[in-house]
Structures are given as structure tokens and as C-alpha cells.
T-cell receptor, first 114, second 111 residues
Framework: EAQVTQNPRYLITVTGKKLTVTCSQN?????MSWYRQDPGLGLRQIYY???????DKGDVPEGYKVSRKEKRNFPLILESPSPNQTSLYFC?????????????FGQGTRLTVV | SQQGEEDPQALSIQEGENATMNCSYK?????LQWYRQNSGRGLVHLIL?????REKHSGRLRVTLDTSKKSSSLLITASRAADTASYFC???????????FGSGTKLNVKP
């Protein structure tokens, strides 16, 4: 089954403790991206990747890192999480830059930083 | 920010009625897409309309795009309780690979 898989689905952590949210897709898609969703703000793009080893900042990259060493994986790293990073996070992938194709979304990771 | 606005923020209708939601954006776009989100879950693609198209249909969905007004609308006809969800428009700007979402419309269809 074609899918985007995020792990974990739920995470509670403490301020400053490094964490990684994994994202994997099995559709051989080139384009992957991360979003955060906050009440009243919709979804905002954090980082995106056009292909392996090619990543770039979205609208709200501060406090996040990403890497794209393999085509299928695009982990999101929070080196020193803070409470303002408490949010619902989504990973998405598409065959190419999804301006002309649909994006496939993971089920989300609900992160709480205390 | 290039984030779009949607209205209404919330809409409550009876089953069988039509639901219309609107999206406005700030600058020229490549195309515009609509997504549905059920209760905090992942988004599901509904329809894509290109910047040179004015109207598109898919089943009970009708999307219009007015590039002169920088706006789009999504019409769901003969709504069902299963249509209860949040709806988001999404778009990219010319020559950019960043994507922006509207603020969303929360639709409640009462049986």
C-alpha cells in the first residue's frame, strides 16, 4: 500500500531534549516536506526537499533541522525543543514538486514540549 | 506571510444542502489545490485547478479560480454527514517550491 509513515504518532518531551520524528514513503517520490499545524494558523511549511541531499527552508524553519540521505526518508530533527514547538506535525511527499501533482500526507505526529 | 485566508472559518449545514467555502491568496500562483482533513488526521487531496483554468469538477465537487481576484471557491453539492471535516486550499507561487495553505474552513454536516 502506497503510504507516508510518520513515527511516533504522539510524543511528550521536555525542553532541550533532542528528538527526531521519522518520515518514510514507499512511492519513490522525489519531493518531501514537513509542516506544522497550529490552531487558527493552518499548516505552515517547515522544510522541503526536492531530492536526495537537496533541502531548503520553508516558511518556519527556525529550531528545526532535516536531512535527506535516502530518497524514501526525511527525518525532522529538533535539536533543543522548546514549548513553542508544541504542535501537530505532518510529513508529505509527491512525485515531483507538488505544484502539479497531489501530495500524500502522513497521519501526523502530535508533539508536546513541556 | 503568503499564507492564504479562508472563509467562513466554520460552516454548519444540514445533509443534502450545498456547502461553499472560499480561499483568497496574495500573489500570482502556479495552481491551487484543495485538501480535506478529518479531525486532526492527515490531509487528503481533493482537486487541483491550474492557473489557466476557471472551473473544474470532480464528482460532487466544483472548484472555481479567479486569478484577477486572487480567489478560489470550493462547492460541495448534496452534502453528506461524511463530508464533515476541515477543508484547506493550498498553492505555490511562481518560481518557488514553497507551498502555502489557507487557514481552513471547518464544515459540519448534520444528519
Amino acid at each position: 500500500e502506497a503510504q507516508v509513515t510518520q513515527n511516533p504518532r504522539y510524543l511528550i518531551t521536555v525542553t532541550g531534549k533532542k528528538l527526531t520524528v521519522t518520515c518514510s514513503q514507499n512511492m519513490n517520490h522525489e519531493y518531501m516536506s514537513w509542516y506544522r499545524q497550529d490552531p487558527g494558523l493552518g499548516l505552515r511549511q517547515i522544510y522541503y526537499s526536492m531530492n536526495v541531499e537537496v533541502t531548503d527552508k520553508g516558511d518556519v524553519p527556525e529550531g528545526y533541522k532535516v536531512s535527506r540521505k535516502e530518497k524514501r526518508n526525511f527525518p525532522l530533527i529538533l535539536e533543543s525543543p522548546s514549548p513553542n514547538q508544541t504542535s501537530l506535525y505532518f510529513c508529505a511527499s509527491s512525485p515531483t514538486s507538488w505544484e502539479n501533482t497531489e501530495a500524500f500526507f502522513g497521519q501526523g505526529t502530535r508533539l508536546t514540549v513541556v | 506571510s503568503q499564507q492564504g485566508e479562508e472563509d467562513p472559518q466554520a460552516l454548519s449545514i444540514q445533509e443534502g444542502e450545498n456547502a461553499t467555502m472560499n480561499c483568497s491568496y496574495k500573489t500570482s500562483i502556479n495552481n491551487l489545490q484543495w485538501y480535506r482533513q478529518n479531525s486532526g488526521r492527515g490531509l487528503v487531496h481533493l482537486i487541483l485547478i491550474r492557473s489557466n483554468e476557471r472551473e473544474k469538477h470532480s464528482g460532487r465537487l466544483r472548484v472555481t479560480l479567479d486569478t484577477s481576484k486572487k480567489s478560489s471557491s470550493l462547492l460541495i453539492t448534496a452534502s453528506r454527514a461524511a463530508d464533515t471535516a476541515s477543508y484547506f486550499c493550498a498553492y505555490s507561487l511562481y518560481n518557488f517550491n514553497k507551498f502555502y495553505f489557507g487557514s481552513g474552513t471547518k464544515l459540519n454536516v448534520k444528519p
